[in-house]
């Protein structure tokens, strides 16, 4: 086990005397006094309980375990030269790499744009986009996995330490493939939705609880038929196949619907508006190239809003 109190600074003031074999000689590249040279090295002696070096005639020479210390030694500050010599250019340019963490529902919906974005107006950044849960993308945030996570505003207990800027209100869509039964049915009954398998957001998913809340406003209090999964691909596959509702975030279903892939049923989900947003940690200034992504991300952001009220608020 390393001793805690052993610094860079012990091993570099131990190279330089190893090297040059005297204290005065190696104070004078170090730029620091005699005194502090030796008294370094004393400490250095200490932490590792050997003798390192012997005073001869020529000045002072290295001891047996002197020398393998120095072997190891000498292998661990070129490695870490090399490390640092690694990152500088990053360090130069302000860093291109970010590390994004998007809910599934938001990804397909404002990311890609986001994404075009920053790399056309940075053609050096590389981009990590991570999905998942919420609450997964934001202990990941905490743990500085992540740079920035973009989705739905959390709970207050997990928001604990970070901060967020909302981009917008985005509501729950329930849609169906064209043709389906329940679109010849006007007024259109809520509990007709019991007589259909649903797919909805699974109990880890940051919307469940709102569509639970949706079903219950609407007089349904369980789905017996229910698939609960967050992949937007097998939900749109199965829809095809068979008579099935889904329940999602509009932005997931948005270009469906422009298209008439999907058909949204006449059911008032004004109660589900949430916010949309970035959530970034509290005591940070974000990096440049992160900086320019959030910038790049509220544009989008008001294009959205622009687009009418029945999307996005």
């Known amino acids: 086990m390393i001793d805690a109190r052993m610094k860079i600074r012990h091993l570099q003031c131990f190279m330089e005397v190893a090297r040059l074999g005297h204290v005065g000689r190696a104070a004078d590249q170090l730029a620091v006094t005699q005194p502090a040279v030796s008294k370094t090295l004393r400490e250095l002696e200490q932490f590792l309980n050997v003798r390192l070096f012997t005073r001869g005639p020529k000045g002072l020479a290295l001891t047996p375990l002197g020398e393998a210390f120095q072997h190891h030694a000498a292998t661990g500050v070129l490695a870490l030269q090399q490390a640092i010599a690694s990152v500088a250019p990053g360090r ?73 800027e909302q981009l917008y209100l985005e509501r729950m869509a329930v849609v169906v493939k064209p043709g389906h039964p329940l679109l010849a049915e006007l007024p259109f009954e809520p509990r007709r939705l019991t007589e259909f398998e649903v797919l909805m957001p699974s109990r880890e998913d940051i919307t469940r609880p709102i569509v639970d809340r949706l079903l219950l406003a609407s007089g349904i209090g369980a ?25 999602i975030s509009y932005g997931v279903a948005a270009l469906d619907i422009a298209a008439g892939d999907l058909v949204e049923l006449p059911l008032d989900v004004s109660a589900t508006l949430g916010p949309v947003g970035m959530t970034t940690r509290a005591d940070d200034r974000p990096a440049p190239i992160v900086d320019q992504f959030m910038k790049v991300t509220r544009v989008l952001a008001e294009r959205l809003r622009g687009h009418g009220s029945h999307r996005l608020q």
């Open 92 to 164: 130069l340019r302000g860093d291109a790499n970010i590390r994004v963490g998007a809910l599934p529902t938001v990804a397909v919906r404002i990311m890609p744009d986001a994404v075009r974005e920053l790399t056309t107006q940075r053609r050096d950044a590389a981009v990590h986009l991570v999905t998942g849960p919420n609450r997964i993308l934001l202990e990941r945030l905490k743990g500085r996995e992540l740079d920035v996570v973009v989705g739905r505003l959390a709970d207050p207990d997990q928001m604990v330490g970070l901060a967020f």
């Open 223 to 247: 789905i017996e038929r229910r698939i609960e999964t967050v992949s937007s691909d097998f939900s749109r596959a199965y829809l095809k196949r068979t008579d099935a509702v889904w329940i």
